[in-house]
């Protein structure tokens, strides 16, 4: 009963976020009827949600009534340097619903997202802005603790120009460019994204970044800028099934290879794949999940499969960087 009832779980978590409950909270206790005036909720049904919410150690309790923040509730909150807020509003919103199309995956091996809306996840969020804004907002609190944990991990002293390779919003380049000041960066992404990241950029208060961060429209299969020192493709080619994984690795090699020519070795671009690989038995939800959320043919991947694809996209792997997020950062160059 327990298990069944976690999609349960999900959608209250959820409502917390789509509620901002976290954000009323901070600071200030406050019981369910004095929340819900906030919030324009019905007490006793807020009430039931607090209770269960704050049994499983999202929020706090205490013995008057009133609730408060903990730790995870405080990552519900906009302004938390990790939030996950919209994160949660994604996995419990569009993937979960989603999911309700599973047994579609499960008896033909087709991507469920594609059953349900005719068309891959990408090309549905150009059409629908409310969920394409989400999409790049959840993007950018997964990306957030992967930035500080790949600026502190890797060597950037021999790097000037870094090129991200699908990387929404901006968030990685907005870490690593604010933990190495000499970096400047370019996203690659789709021309929404790019416009929507641009606008978001020139707001008061981000100059430093806006003068060294830049967004480019184009599409990865089919070519790639050159003239970067170093290039990073995270969390990207898990969406993607094996042969358009190598697509997007053989375009990243081939504007290495263009900005490389004549350069000496060990002044080569460099290529960091940033990537969750299957671990552990429970990494087979990401698996499961790529199959119903992906274009069709998605698979997750082990370290020898990630390998093997990096191999035929003609790229050698140089060294592998363990982060403490559970990411595999695989640093490659160009064969020879």
């Known amino acids: 009963m327990g298990l069944a009832g976690m999609g349960w779980i999900a959608k209250s978590l959820t409502a917390a976020a789509e509620l901002d409950l976290a954000d009323h909270l901070d600071g200030t206790p406050m019981t369910a009827e004095e929340l819900a005036k906030h919030t324009g909720t019905h007490p006793e049904t807020l009430e ?6 704050s049994a499983l150690g999202v929020f706090g309790r205490d013995e008057a009534g009133a609730y408060r923040n903990t730790p995870l509730s405080d990552q519900l909150r906009d302004d938390h340097p990790q939030s996950m807020r919209h994160y949660v509003m994604l996995s419990g919103g569009l993937y979960a619903d989603t999911f309700t199309a ?5 008896r033909t091996g087709e991507s469920a997202f594609r059953h349900l809306h005719g068309t891959r996840i990408y090309e549905y969020l150009e059409q629908h802005p ?6 790049d907002k959840a ?8 930035a500080a944990a790949l600026a ?10 870094v090129l991200d390779v699908g990387g929404n919003s901006g968030e990685l380049l907005k870490g690593l460019l604010t933990a190495h000041p000499h970096l400047t960066g370019t996203v690659l992404d789709r021309p929404d994204v790019c416009e929507r990241a641009a606008a978001e950029l020139a707001a008061p208060g981000r100059e430093d970044l806006a003068e060294r961060l830049a967004y480019t429209p184009g599409d990865f299969l089919k070519e790639i800028p050159g003239g970067a020192d170093l290039y990073t493709v995270k969390n990207v080619l898990h969406n993607w099934n094996h042969d358009n994984s190598v697509v997007i690795l053989s375009r990243i090699r081939e504007a290495m290879e263009r900005t490389g020519a004549g350069r000496p070795a060990d002044q080569r671009p460099r290529l960091l794949v940033v990537e969750p690989l299957i671990e552990t038995d429970l990494d087979w939800m990401r698996v499961l999940f ?7 043919g998605t698979r997750g ?15 050698d792997v140089l060294d592998t960087i363990r982060l403490d997020t559970g990411h595999t950062a695989h640093v490659c160059a160009a064969a020879h």
Do not use: K, N, S, W
Request: with cysteine; glycine share 4%; charged share 30%.
């Open 290 to 296: 790529q199959m119903v959320v992906c274009e069709d």
């Open 48 to 53: 039931a949600l607090l209770r269960i919410l």
């Open 152 to 161: 502190d991990a890797y060597d950037f002293t021999g790097v000037r120009r």
């Open 301 to 315: 991947r082990t370290d020898e499969v990630q390998r093997t694809q990096i191999a035929e996209a003609g790229l």
């Open 130 to 135: 409310a969920d394409a804004d989400l999409y």
């Open 139 to 146: 993007m950018a609190d997964l990306a957030r603790p992967v």
């Open 102 to 106: 599973v047994t579609h995956t499960l």
